[in-house]
């Protein structure tokens, strides 16, 4: 059963906007740290960006200034605003949680399914 799901992708023209969610798709105690991953075709998984439970973030030099990564604790989604978007930007995402099902058990990492984002004019 797919845990994490995400949604907001589709097709943008360059210089567009999307936001992408990620939330859990049944009832979780909490989530942890977060991170947004895309894979380009015939390329590996990238890491994008970072968002600690406290709100901190991270992200990488090729999204940087563009993405903004943030997260709303009580309805335990994140989310991954995409502005002035690349063609080179075309990529499946995903997010990925630290997820704590239920209080005192241990926090697993899950992937959500991924969500498709085209960038073309």
């Known amino acids: 059963q797919v845990l994490l799901v995400e949604s907001g992708g589709g097709l943008v023209q360059p210089g567009g906007s999307l936001r992408l969610s990620c939330t859990a798709s049944?009832?979780?105690?909490?989530?942890?740290?977060i991170n947004w991953y895309r894979q380009a075709p015939g390329k590996e998984r990238e890491l994008i960006g970072t968002?600690?439970?406290?709100?901190?973030?991270t992200y990488a030099d090729s999204v940087k200034g563009r993405f903004s990564i943030s997260r709303d604790n009580a309805r335990k989604t994140a989310y991954l605003q995409m502005n002035s978007l690349k063609p080179e930007d075309t990529a499946v995402y995903y997010c990925?949680?630290?997820?704590?099902?239920?209080?005192?058990?241990?926090?697993?990492?899950?992937w959500g399914q991924g969500t498709q984002v085209t960038v073309s004019s």
């Open positions: 968002i600690t439970i406290g709100g901190t973030t």
């Open positions: 049944r009832n979780i105690f909490s989530i942890n740290g």
């Open positions: 990925n949680a630290n997820v704590l099902l239920n209080p005192g058990w241990t926090p697993t990492w899950y």
